[in-house]
């Protein structure tokens, strides 16, 4: 197996397998692949309890199936595009040193991912799209890559140590951190400090891989341009500002 990541800004993962290789992905993922790539859907590589483990990460809000590609009939290509401008990063995962992701960090994995919820707090309505804070644990005996948002910077935690992170700034970390959800001190700070209401503890020992980009911020940055009604849009735009319209929506709601 040979795989590369191609450009900067939105890069691309490009796997090259050879006959009896597989990746997983979450069903929808792949962005192209070459004709004699085969797919099967399964639960079975959701995570190490089949079933029992998909359904888990089902009712989190993660997928229940999971998506198997492989070639027949020689080598065979696929690909897998970024969402959000980041940065594609490469896991050798190993019996005993897992990972915690982002709930939209796992892009694909080898044979043998195990794929499950690592971590689950609700925090309210209306926070995290109403879906409450989720971390995907990944472990097993793989190679996995994860895609995170904007630019990544990384941190090598000492015992004890500990990192205060706005949530949705944590993109992966060592299954060594311990890590927490807990309120901003203080009812000033929460009322009056406008840095929400929330903040991520992590403590060494282990690795942070903090994210620059959230999805959050990106939707606060692209809200004024798709959230008008489309009849403004026909008014100042004709027929033109419909159409336009849909793309972007249609874009960003992939």
Not at 24 to 50: I, K
Not at 174 to 186: A, K, N, W
Request: glycine letters at 16%; charged letters at 15%; proline letters at 5%.
């Amino acid at each position: 197996m040979d795989h590369r990541i191609v450009g900067s800004t939105l890069p691309v993962l490009e796997i090259t397998l050879q006959p009896g290789e597989r990746v997983v992905a979450e069903p929808g993922e792949f962005s192209w692949m070459s004709a004699n790539m085969q797919l099967n859907t399964t639960t079975q590589t959701a995570g190490a309890r089949g079933l029992f483990g998909a359904l888990a990460r089902a009712f989190a809000g993660g997928g229940l199936f999971m998506t198997e590609y492989t070639p027949q009939a020689g080598p065979g290509m696929i690909a897998f595009s970024a969402k959000v401008p980041g940065a594609i990063e490469t896991l050798d995962v190993q019996p005993g040193r897992g990972y915690l992701i982002h709930r939209q960090g796992f892009l694909c994995a080898t044979e043998g991912v195990e794929l499950s919820i690592g971590f689950q707090r609700a925090l309210g309505a209306g926070i995290f799209g109403g879906n409450g804070f989720v971390l995907q644990r990944l472990a097993g005996t793989c190679q996995a890559w994860v895609e995170l948002g904007g630019e990544i910077v990384t941190y090598d935690l000492q015992p004890g140590q500990t990192l205060l992170v706005h949530p949705g700034h944590v993109g992966m970390f060592d299954e060594s951190v311990q890590f927490d959800i807990s309120m901003i001190p203080g009812i000033k700070n929460v009322i009056f400090g406008g840095d929400g209401l929330f903040v991520a503890r992590l403590t060494g020992p282990g690795k942070v891989w903090l994210q620059s980009l959230t999805l959050p911020n990106l939707a606060h940055a692209i809200e004024p341009y798709i959230g008008r009604d489309q009849t403004q849009s026909a008014a100042a735009g004709g027929v033109a500002g419909v159409v336009a319209s849909d793309m972007i929506r249609g874009f960003f709601g992939r």
